[in-house]
Structure formats: C-alpha cells, structure tokens
C-alpha cells in the first residue's frame, strides 16, 4: 500500500460530521406549575363564596335586584340546577359529579407534563378546573348546583360556569392564533421557494445542444 491510499482511507473516518442534537423542550419551573392551582382554588374559593352569600339570604327561587331600574338586565335569582354549565343536560348531575373529578386530573397531570413558557394555557386550564370542581362541591354537598346570575334572556348561571366558558374562550383564541400564525409561515414558506425557483434558471442539456 502506497501513501496516496493511506490517504485515501483515512479520509472517510474523520470527515464524518457530528450529529446534531435538537434542542431541548424547555421544563417549566415550579411557579409555573402553581399557576394553574391557584387560579383553580381562587375560582373555588370565590364561587363558593358568593354560593353561600346567596343560600343564606336568599331563599329558592327568591329574586333580589340590587339596581331596581335595572332588574331587566341583572338581578340575582336563586334557583337550582341538576344539570351541567347553564342548566344544560338537566337531571345528569352524577354524572358530571364525577366526571369534574377525571377532567380535574387529566388537567393536574397535563400540567405537571407542560413544557414551559404556556402561562395562558395554564391560566385557561386553571379556570375550567376551578369551576367544574366548584359545581362539584355542590353537587357533593347540597345534592345540586345554585345558580343566581340573570342577566335577562339567557341562561341562570354562577361564577364557576363563568370560570368555565372564559377558559374555553381563551383556548379558542389560542387556537386561533396558532393557526393563524401557521398559515403565515406556510405562506412565507412557498412565496421563498417560489423566489428561490425563479432566481435559478434552468440548466441546459447539453445532449440537445
């Protein structure tokens, strides 16, 4: 063996180049992961709360206008609800008892995955859990749900199903923005290979020529 092919088989074995490793998901920090939690136990706290305000002065199917001009627009009316977020599905209520239960976990343990840097998905999961759970206390404890909130043509409700239609509404503009921003880079992905393809010209075959 001569010194060119020496040369030549010592070539392929340093010129491999390193594989490159993805990046990392960043973990989210512990104040992250308490986020949800929080804004969960405050949602329970402060629904609970205004549920007794309302049980201890009020008796079922009281009304108490606290604007009297206004009470065609909002007034607090104590009624009962066996069914799930605005009275919808009446008679379900053990159902949805434990139901609030499984979501409530799947929701603890979607947390405790999530990587870091998704402080409104973690607020938005925080309010859905908050008020299914504050339904369910009621449903444990008073073998149903107290609504009071009327605000004219539309349904009786309290502060947990406020809680529950606000994280749904926030998840539905994430998604939105998601998707909007995944059309922009699909777009600004083939506007730069159209460029790319009518900045090079074709290459001749010099077999016609």
Do not use: C
């Not at 007034?75 to 979501?103: C, E, K, M, Q």
């Not at 239609?165 to 909007?180: D, N, P, T, Y």
């Amino acid at each position: 063996m001569n010194e060119h092919d020496e040369l030549e088989t010592a070539v392929p074995e340093t010129a491999v180049t390193p594989q490159t490793q993805p990046p990392k998901t960043p973990t989210a920090t512990l104040s992250e992961k308490t986020l949800l939690l929080v804004i969960a136990i405050l949602v329970i706290g402060i629904d609970q709360y205004t549920k007794y305000l309302v049980e201890s002065n009020l008796a079922l199917f009281d009304v108490y206008a606290p604007i009297p001009s206004l009470e065609h627009i909002f007034r607090i009316f104590h009624i009962f609800n066996t069914g799930a977020t605005f009275g919808l599905f009446s008679g379900g209520g053990d159902i949805f008892r434990y139901l609030a239960i499984v979501v409530s976990l799947g929701i603890i343990y979607y947390n405790f995955i999530l990587p870091a840097n998704h402080r409104m998905l973690r607020l938005a999961l925080g309010l859905q859990m908050g008020g299914a759970l504050g339904n369910m206390i009621d449903r444990f404890r008073i073998g149903h749900v107290t609504d009071f909130i009327d605000i004219g043509p539309w349904y009786i409700f309290n502060l947990a199903d406020l809680a529950v239609v606000s994280g749904a509404v926030i998840l539905g503009i994430m998604v939105w923005q998601e998707s909007r921003e995944l059309k922009a880079q699909q777009r600004a992905t083939a506007e730069a290979k159209n460029g790319l393809e009518t900045a090079v010209p074709p290459q001749t075959d010099p077999s016609h020529e």
